[in-house]
């Protein structure tokens, strides 16, 4: 009886040894796998964290040139004027709040060991009510070539103070000036085009994230989470940004991958055909990540591009007499934007100014150096000034040392009647003059670079124009080859200029097919002025 209900009770299930042996495996190796995963998203994410954080850096420091170039303006019609106080109020309160960038604008003389106050435009400074800290950070200003900032400052208005002297004559002028700061230093939300769009940030002026040097947050800090710290050069002192992401930078599939990994892999020990599954979607998924990241790299390069061609003239002017051509092209490899660029000012019915110049370096840094240098060159031309001098002023703007860019430049003033141009050269490849007669480079005396000094100025030279001839002015990308020398690329291009024909747009076409080689990675500017007569 005992014996029969034994064999009537059911018998309990038991895995083989194989399914469990196949059921461990696959889970240990899920488990590793969404280990991985994860490890890999949360790399990714430190990763693009700090990339757009040191991005957004980069994109800080290019604020500088907007505010260095007024301050230095201001400070050159100072000194031109002798402390001029109503040269100077026409001048900066353009850039004054509302429509402007500064809060108060002030101008002093530095002609002795307490600085004088000439005149106030807008708010009452700030740092005026420290005049020690105020004489001080003057004093320090008078010292250097870049923008001096300082700050936090104020008690009932937080402003960001900035300072700019012009040394080249006695007695010294300073311009200072205050941004406000955001109400209890709360910015407001970025927009979708931002580069904080996808960050809570807090920026802090000088090398180090501490309270009292907090500019601005748009949250309460300290920041929470993940969090990147960059330290970026800014005019004299230094900007800290400590960002963390508020979204997925990745994807949200990559935030989410680990956990699609682990749910795969238990299904992958219940049913084999998950497997096959799992990995032709991880394979579409890599696909399209690749296909995302060609997209973006090419993105890039368009935006780079677009921000190039936006840095120079949309349209050449037209000039009875004379006829221009130009073109811009970038180098092949990398996606950063070059410092190549070229200008042509009207200087009267019958004169204008033409510049061709190239910044040393890529990507924003070179992009900002090269715009400021083009709107001071126009705010030199403004003022009447000749080539040499241009060049001259230009020099004390950059500093190799301190921007880590310097910058040649040719500039060209012609006089169309009169068939002349007169040029200036800081360290840029000579002009080259197509005739009847053949080509020949212009002879010139050639400078030091703008941001390289020596202590020698620059000098011009005045060339007859032959009639209907043509100027080519270029960068050294059209003539440079790696591992020739420089007097083969001249020639070559003397040679292929000598031997074009047609329209001035014809020529410069010839110029460049002839002259283009396989694997160039500098940008080229070309500028060609064709008297008519």
């Known amino acids: 009886m005992a014996e029969a209900?034994?064999?009537?009770?059911?018998?309990?299930?038991?895995?083989?040894?194989?399914?469990?042996?196949?059921?461990?495996?696959?889970?240990?190796?899920?488990?590793?796998?969404?280990?991985?995963?994860?490890?890999?998203?949360?790399?990714?994410?430190?990763?693009?964290?700090?990339?757009?954080?040191?991005?957004?850096?980069?994109?800080l420091q290019a604020i500088v040139p907007s505010i260095e170039t007024p301050l230095a303006s201001a400070a050159e019609i100072a000194a031109t004027g002798h402390g001029d106080p109503a040269a100077f109020k026409d001048y900066i309160s353009a850039y004054l709040a509302p429509h402007g960038t500064f809060a108060s604008a002030s101008?002093?003389?530095?002609?002795?060991?307490?600085?004088?106050?000439?005149?106030?435009?807008?708010?009452?400074?700030?740092?005026?009510?420290?005049?020690?800290?105020?004489?001080?950070f003057l004093a320090e200003a008078g010292s250097r070539t870049e923008l001096s900032v300082t700050g936090p400052i104020g008690t009932s208005e937080l402003r960001l103070g900035w300072a700019f002297v012009s040394t080249d004559k006695a007695p010294a002028?300073?311009?200072?000036?205050?941004?406000?700061?955001?109400?209890?230093?709360r910015a407001p939300s970025p927009s979708r085009d931002s580069p904080f769009s996808d960050l809570d940030f807090a920026l802090y002026l000088g090398k180090s994230a501490t309270p009292s040097s907090l500019l601005e947050s748009n949250v309460a800090p300290p920041l929470r989470g993940r969090t990147a710290t960059v330290v970026v050069p800014f005019g004299s002192n230094s900007l800290t940004l400590v960002a963390s992401n508020t979204t997925q930078l990745g994807g949200n599939l990559s935030g989410w991958l680990w956990w699609i990994v682990a749910a795969l892999g238990f299904?992958?020990?219940?049913?084999?055909a998950v497997t096959t599954e799992r990995l032709v979607r991880r394979r579409q998924a890599a696909e399209r990540l690749a296909g995302e990241v060609q997209s973006l790299l090419g993105e890039q390069r368009t935006i780079a591009e677009t921000l190039q061609h936006a840095l120079l003239p949309k349209a050449l002017p037209q000039v009875p007499g004379v006829e221009f051509a130009a073109r811009y092209l970038p180098g092949v490899n990398g996606v950063d934007i070059g410092g190549d660029w070229y200008d042509v000012i009207p200087v009267g019915p019958k004169r204008c100014m033409f510049v061709v110049g190239d910044v040393s370096g890529r990507g924003v840094g070179a992009g900002a150096v090269m715009a400021s240098l083009n709107f001071a060159i126009r705010g030199f031309v403004s003022e009447g000034h000749p080539p040499a001098t241009i060049l001259d002023k230009l020099a004390p703007l950059l500093s190799v040392a301190h921007d880590k860019h310097f910058a040649t430049v040719?500039?060209?003033?012609?006089?169309?009647?009169?068939h002349e141009i007169t040029l200036a050269n800081a360290g840029h490849p000579p002009p080259l003059i197509?005739?009847?007669?053949?080509?020949?480079?212009?002879?010139?005396?050639?400078?030091?670079?703008?941001?390289?000094a020596n202590g020698h100025g620059h000098q011009a030279v005045t060339v007859t124009i032959p009639p209907q001839a043509t100027l080519?002015?270029?960068?050294?990308?059209?003539?440079?080859?790696?591992?020739?020398?420089?007097?083969?690329?001249?020639?070559?291009?003397?040679?292929?200029?000598?031997?074009?024909?047609?329209?001035?747009?014809?020529?410069?076409?010839?110029?460049?097919?002839?002259?283009?080689?396989?694997?160039?990675?500098?940008d080229t500017a070309i500028l060609g002025v064709k008297w008519l007569a």
């Open 5 to 59: 209900d034994q064999s009537a009770s059911p018998r309990r299930w038991r895995p083989s040894r194989a399914s469990v042996a196949a059921l461990v495996i696959t889970l240990i190796v899920t488990g590793v796998l969404s280990w991985l995963c994860y490890d890999v998203n949360d790399r990714n994410e430190d990763r693009l964290l700090h990339l757009q954080t040191q991005q957004t850096g980069t994109v």
């Open 107 to 136: 101008l002093w003389e530095l002609d002795g060991a307490t600085p004088r106050l000439i005149t106030v435009v807008g708010k009452t400074p700030e740092l005026k009510a420290q005049p020690a800290k105020m004489a001080t």
């Open 173 to 185: 002028y300073a311009v200072y000036a205050e941004t406000a700061l955001p109400p209890n230093r």
């Open 267 to 272: 299904l992958i020990a219940i049913v084999a």
């Open 410 to 418: 040719l500039c060209g003033l012609a006089d169309i009647e009169r």
């Open 434 to 452: 197509i005739s009847a007669g053949g080509a020949e480079y212009a002879k010139l005396p050639v400078g030091p670079p703008i941001g390289v």
């Open 472 to 522: 080519i002015a270029y960068t050294d990308g059209l003539i440079e080859r790696r591992g020739e020398d420089l007097e083969t690329g001249l020639n070559r291009l003397r040679t292929t200029a000598a031997s074009a024909s047609g329209s001035l747009d014809s020529v410069i076409d010839t110029v460049l097919a002839g002259l283009a080689h396989d694997g160039h990675d500098d």
